[in-house]
């Protein structure tokens, strides 16, 4: 049997939202209007409800087996113990994907999780691929299709004049908020975002699968609970791009009775925290980091090598940044004397070793010479300036060292040591990757080294999948 | 390996003896005490004889996996009188026995823990860090999913906080890394191969010398496999 790709859940030709309808606060109804920002589909989204009344000027039918139109993508938002019988009926017309955004499922106990394994059934015996049930389905920023129930007319205005290469699989609408209107004020931006809910059929793993082949360049992850660990490392570890997850619910899941004190000391967050380790997966600290650490990735080569230079015009942020390098298991870079001596040359700089002290009187040109000086140095692998933009030529000095990382192939991770407002006011005026605290930029760098070295390990390992529990 | 498996699983056993443990955990290559059960106590003392004393008896058998709280473990035994003075202790105390474990008694002062488990969500895990009684106060434990790369071993030692124990001590040599990598990649294989195998207690592997050995171990058995 074939089985159906995840291609028509992010681009679908045609639409029907089974359960929208003119009733007051119906949600089916605003998944309608939301989709109408797709070119593409605009005259080809069908509203299936009992009075087969047209929805916000979507032909409205009584069934999905009226439409007389092939129908790609099914998206249901009914009572959960009507879904099965329509997951019946949807099989039946030939639709192969569905989104399930009903809720009252294998979240609400034993009848809801009866229910989850009839629709189950069905869609095995059909190759039907399912999203869901409990969840918003897709946002494809690339072609506007977006079919989250409840958004509001210009929701996603932003996201769609300035699609990004950055997507993200997320377990609550909330977090999908947040992530959205943080990068408002940041250089990069979403590509995809999956919601997927109780996760019946598509889980992280296939999303992953899925997203090593478009255009993503970073996959950001927040998860509530992992279902199948071992395929989810194994998608991992054959993805390539950077993978940044934030799990909730550091509690033992697991918790089933133990009779060693092995078993009695694995709780489920440890070996997560194992399993990222081996599968090169970026495990987040907070959920800020979903959407500050990706600019690392698009804009900067990654770190090779563990020694920084640290270049700053305050002692103090020198200090700062020293100790959370080494706390992040990195090391301040030892300058050689030929290195040294360069810089001295420069112009009058208050200190030529690490971390470098600029001093006041420095020219554009100093600091382009500065920054060219390290990145050729062999005894260093990335930059962390801590510039404080007093002048407005300190912003050209930061996109001219952005050029020239990507020429030597050696990052940098900038902190401004400024009011947030302006910091951002910067960042998104003059598109430049800045981070907006010591310990964004200190993690960006630790990050990019992490998935460094985790690429250059994959390929020696075993596999994981073939292997029973 | 497999015959010991099978029969315990046969009978409707929970867990492997502590002999039966150390047996499959040696077969994986992992250096164990020198032990042999005794079945009389002239047998008990011939055994301790052969190993040179100071030995140390237990009493042997599946069901008695807190072997120190029942008072069957006789540790520093030094001579024959002492022997037949323990194997009368613990053959007396109207437990049903396999048998009376007589090892060899072995010194060091640094104590290790590894384990295997299984996550449901990742199935056969390897844990490793600092032994003895402490353990579960201490937590100093790492976690891989098994199986391992002997690079994923080698991280696993550099990852516990007292880290330092792995290199040269009070006056004992570092420990042999490699010998303890091998044990933990080992004890992966057998998480990932052995389904029969529902967790494994190596507590304590103790230090000897440079040599991890493993002093007491336990096996607990899935009975749905």
Known sequence: ?469 | MKQILDSAIKKGQKALSEYESKKIIQSAGIEITREELAHSPEEAVSLAENFGYPVVLKGCSDILTHKTEYGMVKLNIQNEEETLKAYQEISSSGMKLDGVLVQEMIKGNREFVVGLSRDPQFGPCVMFGIGGIYTEIMKDVTFRIAPLTEEDAEEMLEEIRMKELLDEFRGSPAVDRRALIKALVAIGDLGASCDQIAEIDINPMIICGNRPVVVDALVILDQKS
Request: glycine share 8%; hydrophobic share 40%; charged share 20%.
């Open chain 1, 1 to 469: 049997m074939h089985i159906s790709t995840l291609d028509n859940f992010f681009d679908p030709s045609s639409v029907a939202v089974i359960g929208a309808s003119n009733s007051t606060f119906n949600l089916g109804a605003t998944i309608c209007n939301t989709l109408k920002s797709s070119e593409k589909l605009k005259d080809r989204i069908y509203a299936v409800n009992k009075k087969a009344e047209d929805v916000n000027g979507c032909p409205g039918f009584a069934s999905i087996l009226d439409i007389p139109a092939d129908i790609d993508l099914a998206i249901i938002i009914v009572a959960a113990k009507a879904v099965p019988g329509i997951v019946r009926e949807i099989a039946e017309k030939g639709t192969r994907n569905i989104i399930i955004e009903s809720a009252g499922f294998s979240e609400e106990g034993e009848d809801g999780a009866r229910m989850q394994s009839d629709i189950n059934e069905t869609v095995r015996k059909h190759g039907i691929r399912v999203m869901g049930p409990n969840c918003l389905g897709v946002l494809n920023a690339q072609n506007r299709f977006c079919c989250f129930y409840g958004a509001q007319e210009h929701t996603f205005d932003l996201v769609y004049q300035r699609p990004g290469t950055v997507s993200y699989v997320i377990q609550s609408g909330g977090v999908g908020v947040l992530i959205l209107e943080s990068f408002a004020t940041d250089i990069v931006s979403v590509n995809k975002m999956v919601s997927i809910g109780n996760k019946t059929d598509v889980d992280e793993a296939d999303l992953i699968e899925y997203f090593k082949t478009d255009s993503t360049e970073v996959i950001g992850m927040f998860l509530e609970n992992i279902q199948h660990g071992r395929r989810l490392i194994e998608a991992a570890r054959n993805c390539g791009k950077p993978i940044l997850i934030y799990k909730s619910g550091r509690t033992s899941e697991g918790a089933r009775a133990a009779m060693s004190h092995t078993a009695g000391m694995a709780n489920n967050d440890r070996v997560f925290d194992a399993a990222c380790r081996q599968s090169g997966i970026i495990r987040l600290r907070s959920i800020a980091e979903l959407h500050s650490m990706p600019k690392m990735f698009t804009s900067m080569p990654l770190l090779k090598g563990k020694n920084i230079v640290v270049i700053t015009n305050s002692g103090a942020f020198g200090g700062i940044v020293a100790d959370l390098l080494h706390e992040a298991g990195l090391s301040m870079a030892r300058l050689k004397p030929e290195t040294m001596d360069k810089l001295s040359k420069t112009g009058k700089l208050f200190n030529v070793s690490n971390p470098v002290d600029l001093g006041p009187a420095i020219s554009p040109q100093a600091f382009h010479d500065i920054y060219e000086i390290l990145l050729q140095a062999d005894e260093v692998d990335g930059l962390l300036p801590i510039p404080s933009v007093w002048k407005d030529f300190i912003i050209n000095t930061i996109e001219d060292l952005n050029q020239m990382c990507r020429t030597y192939n050696k990052p940098s991770a900038t902190y401004t040591p400024n009011a947030l407002w302006k910091t951002l006011n910067i960042r998104s005026t003059h598109k430049l990757p800045i981070f907006e605290s010591p310990e964004e930029a200190v993690r960006a760098l630790e990050i990019s080294h992490f998935h460094y070295s985790s690429a250059r390990k994959k390929d020696k390992s075993a596999s994981y999948e073939t292997i029973s529990r």
